[in-house]
């Protein structure tokens, strides 16, 4: 069902003054014509902007009447489309009266729009995602960053995985303590021992990584996903990796 339009606007300002032109305005121009279904609304929105376009009225009566369009469904994209093709027959100096406005009205889907996956995933974390994982980049499948949080005491890094990506099984060695300590703070991934179930990973979660241990872990197949690398101290540490995680034994994951 059509939502219906109702406007007081005529009786707000004028009905007092002048009645029957709040009725024409109230009752019959946004009462029944913008009420006959014969076109739609989105339509009726694009044709009064274009008509308030070409007789080169650029106050708030346009602004409304651009905002309505935003809200009945007519994108940036549309909107920017619409200006320029009207731009050929009302001429350059209203078309860009009428962008001023276009812009500040679809202002938030535009900034919406130039956001990469990165960036928005960016906005949803605390921890910086950091620079490309180049270094270590031969012992992961997919693009991974790193981010240094400590680097005094005990070093702490902030590794994100892009959807699909995973590090080689690798394991931790040491002579006497070691292992290394995960928590996940942003998105959705696994953390996996040899010979054991893969666990979940989502912001929280924290996994104790022993010395010693076969393991891997990365994002889900659809999650951006970060966690913090904690590294423990230990005698005769070392990093070992090895093969990759196969696309066999990470499909099998939800």
Not at 72 to 100: D, K, L, N, Q
Not at 111 to 137: M, R, S
Not at 225 to 239: D, K, M, P, Q, R
Request: hydrophobic residues 40%; proline residues 4%; aromatic residues 10%.
């Amino acid at each position: 069902m059509v939502k219906k339009i109702v406007q007081t606007a005529g009786r707000d300002a004028l009905g007092d003054f002048s009645p029957m032109f709040a009725h024409l305005n109230d009752d019959v121009l946004f009462g029944e014509v913008w009420n006959d279904e014969t076109i739609s609304l989105k339509q009726r929105c694009i044709i009064t902007v274009v008509a308030l376009a070409a007789e080169g009225i650029t106050d708030p009566s346009l602004q409304y009447h651009l905002i309505n369009a935003r809200n009945s469904g007519v994108t940036r994209e549309e909107i920017s489309a619409i200006i320029t093709h009207c731009a050929m027959y009302i001429g350059w100096p209203r078309a860009w009266a009428v962008f001023r406005l276009a812009k500040e009205v679809w202002k938030d889907e535009e900034k919406a729009v130039e956001l990469t996956e990165k960036e928005k995933y960016q906005k949803e974390i605390f921890f910086p995602i950091g620079a490309p994982n180049d270094a270590f980049a031969e012992y992961f499948v997919g693009q991974s960053y790193l981010a240094p949080v400590s680097k005094d005491q005990v070093s702490v890094f902030n590794v994100t995985f892009e959807p699909g990506c995973r590090n080689n099984w690798h394991i931790h060695k040491a002579e006497q303590g070691g292992g290394q300590i995960l928590i996940c703070v942003g998105g959705r991934g696994y953390y996996q021992e040899e010979g054991k179930n893969a666990v979940e990973m989502t912001p929280g979660t924290v996994i104790n990584i022993p010395a010693n241990v076969k393991h891997w872990h990365g994002a889900a197949k659809d999650s951006w996903f970060s966690h913090l690398a904690i590294e423990v101290e230990g005698l005769g540490t070392e990093n070992e990796w090895l093969e990759s995680v196969t696309d066999e034994e990470y499909g099998r994951l939800a």
